[in-house]
C-alpha cells in the first residue's frame, strides 16, 4: 500500500514572496501520478499540478512548479509570487500507474491523499 | 458546463437513519469515486467504480454501498448511519479530456457534502 506523508500542517508567506510545501510518499511502484490538489475555504478541491513519474522534468503551471527526486521519494511544490487566493489548504496525492486506455477503453487510479498543508498568505 | 454536482449540500441525521448522496458528471467520464475527508485527514476513498456497471471497495468501505445508476450518476448510501460517519463527502470523475485522445488520470471533484449524524 502507498502513503503520503505532508510533515507541516502550518505554513505562512508573505504576499508576492516564495514557499515550498514538502511532500514525501512511500511506494514499491516505478510507475505512478502525483498531484497536488487546493482546497480554499470553499471546501473545493482544485488540481494545481501533475506529474507523471517517468518524466525527469519538473512540471511548472505558470506561479507554481514541483521538485520531483524520484529516488528520494520526494514531491515539494513551490509557490512563487505568492497572492492572497493562494491560502488554502494544500494535498499531496499519489496515484498508481494504469494501463492507458484503448479507443474509447476506461482509464482510472486511486488516490491516495496526504495529510494536507494548510497554507496562509499575509498581506 | 457543471462539472461534477452533488446533493444535498448538506444534511443532518440521527443515528440509524438512512440517506443517499447523490453524484452526477456531464464530462462523459468513465469512472467515479467517493471519499470522505476527516479532520487533519486527508481524503479516503470510500468507493469507485471504474466504468458503467462495476464498482470496488477503496480504503474504507465499511458502513456504504453504492449504485452506479448510469455513466452519469453514481450514488453513496449510508444504511444505518453511525456518528463515525461525520464527515464532509466527495464524489469524483475521471476519463478522457474533454478535446483530448488521451486520459491523463486527473480527477475532477464535486463541492462536498457535510454530514453530521447526532
Known amino acids: 500500500a502507498q502513503t503520503v506523508t505532508q510533515s507541516q500542517p502550518e505554513m505562512s508567506v508573505q504576499e508576492a514572496e516564495t514557499v515550498t510545501l514538502s511532500c514525501t510518499y512511500d511506494?514499491?511502484?516505478?510507475?505512478?501520478?502525483l498531484f497536488w490538489y487546493k482546497q480554499p475555504p470553499s471546501r473545493q478541491m482544485i488540481l494545481v499540478i501533475r506529474?507523471?513519474?517517468?518524466?525527469?522534468q519538473n512540471a511548472t503551471e505558470n506561479r507554481f512548479s514541483v521538485n520531483f527526486q524520484k529516488a528520494a521519494k520526494s514531491f515539494s511544490l513551490k509557490i512563487s509570487d505568492s497572492q492572497l487566493g493562494d491560502t488554502a489548504m494544500y494535498f499531496c496525492?499519489?496515484?498508481?500507474?494504469?494501463?492507458?486506455?484503448?479507443?474509447?477503453?476506461?482509464?482510472?487510479?486511486?488516490?491516495?491523499f496526504g495529510q494536507g498543508t494548510i497554507l496562509t498568505v499575509h498581506p | 458546463n457543471a462539472g461534477v454536482t452533488q446533493t444535498p449540500k448538506f444534511q443532518v441525521l440521527k443515528t440509524g437513519q438512512s440517506m443517499t448522496l447523490q453524484c452526477a458528471q456531464d464530462?462523459?467520464?468513465?469512472?467515479m469515486y467517493w471519499y470522505r475527508q476527516d479532520p487533519g485527514m486527508g481524503l479516503r476513498l470510500i468507493y469507485y467504480?471504474?466504468?458503467?456497471?462495476?464498482?470496488d471497495k477503496g480504503e474504507v468501505p465499511n458502513g456504504y454501498n453504492v449504485s452506479r445508476l448510469n455513466k452519469r450518476e453514481f450514488s453513496l448510501r449510508l444504511e444505518s448511519a453511525a456518528p463515525s460517519q461525520t464527515s464532509v463527502y466527495f464524489c469524483?470523475?475521471?476519463?478522457?479530456?474533454?478535446?483530448?485522445?488521451?486520459?491523463?488520470?486527473?480527477?475532477?471533484f464535486g463541492a462536498g457534502t457535510r454530514l453530521s449524524v447526532l
Open positions: 511506494t514499491s511502484e516505478s510507475n505512478y501520478y
Open positions: 506529474q507523471e513519474a517517468y518524466k525527469q
Open positions: 469524483a470523475s475521471s476519463g478522457r479530456e474533454r478535446g483530448g485522445t488521451l486520459a491523463k488520470n486527473i480527477q475532477y
Open positions: 464530462m462523459n467520464h468513465n469512472s
Open positions: 496525492a499519489f496515484m498508481k500507474h494504469v494501463l492507458p486506455p484503448s479507443a474509447g477503453g476506461t482509464s482510472y487510479g486511486k488516490l491516495t
Open positions: 467504480s471504474a466504468s458503467e456497471g462495476t464498482t
